[in-house]
């Protein structure tokens, strides 16, 4: 692939800070909903939103319908984690610990689950064994959310 056709390194960095900022904003709403509703309704909302929106770009954009194998059932399993997610955030937002240290917890299950796919190979991904820096990178996450957690509401 020559120079030219290579994409700027920096789209990656504004996609990766912006999905950050939507993220910390989806949080957000969600804990506002679950403060003035319930977590059952704080976790419904987005998720019947969401269907709602992709049920409309359906009907708009009209896509062929591909002919690929039936899924593996573990894929469904999204949703149910992410509906759990979304409920976990909204009470954990309504605590002390507030966005900052919800998203840090986020981050650390992520690095953590993300080291266990890599040593078992999950998700038809190739087996990697996680070197000293894996493990460097996971202590400073988990040392900056507690620290967030423990001594960053400053009262």
């Given at each position: 692939?020559?120079?030219?056709?290579?994409?700027?390194?920096?789209?990656y960095?504004?996609?990766?800070?912006?999905?950050?900022?939507?993220?910390?904003?989806?949080?957000?709403?969600?804990?506002?909903?679950?403060?003035?509703g319930?977590?059952?309704?704080?976790?419904?909302?987005?998720?019947?939103?969401?269907?709602?929106?992709?049920?409309?770009?359906?009907?708009?954009?009209?896509?062929?319908?591909?002919?690929?194998a039936?899924?593996?059932?573990?894929?469904?399993?999204?949703?149910?984690?992410?509906?759990?997610?979304?409920?976990?955030?909204?009470?954990?937002?309504?605590?002390?610990?507030?966005?900052?240290?919800?998203?840090?917890?986020?981050?650390?299950?992520?690095?953590?689950?993300?080291?266990?796919?890599?040593?078992?190979?999950?998700?038809?991904?190739?087996?990697?064994?996680?070197?000293?820096?894996?493990?460097?990178?996971?202590?400073?996450?988990?040392?900056?959310?507690?620290?967030?957690?423990?001594?960053?509401?400053?009262?």
């Amino acid at each position: 692939m020559s120079q030219a056709s290579q994409p700027n390194p920096m789209i990656y960095f504004s996609a990766a800070f912006g999905t950050g900022g939507l993220l910390s904003l989806m949080v957000l709403f969600n804990g506002t909903l679950a403060a003035y509703g319930s977590l059952f309704f704080a976790s419904w909302v987005p998720h019947l939103t969401g269907t709602f929106a992709a049920l409309l770009f359906l009907v708009i954009l009209k896509p062929k319908r591909a002919h690929v194998a039936r899924p593996p059932l573990w894929v469904y399993l999204g949703g149910v984690s992410g509906a759990i997610t979304v409920m976990l955030t909204s009470a954990t937002l309504n605590s002390a610990l507030a966005l900052s240290g919800t998203i840090a917890l986020g981050l650390a299950g992520q690095m953590v689950f993300s080291l266990f796919a890599d040593v078992r190979g999950l998700f038809g991904l190739p087996q990697r064994t996680p070197v000293p820096r894996d493990f460097v990178a996971l202590a400073l996450i988990i040392a900056g959310s507690l620290i967030l957690i423990f001594f960053g509401s400053g009262t």
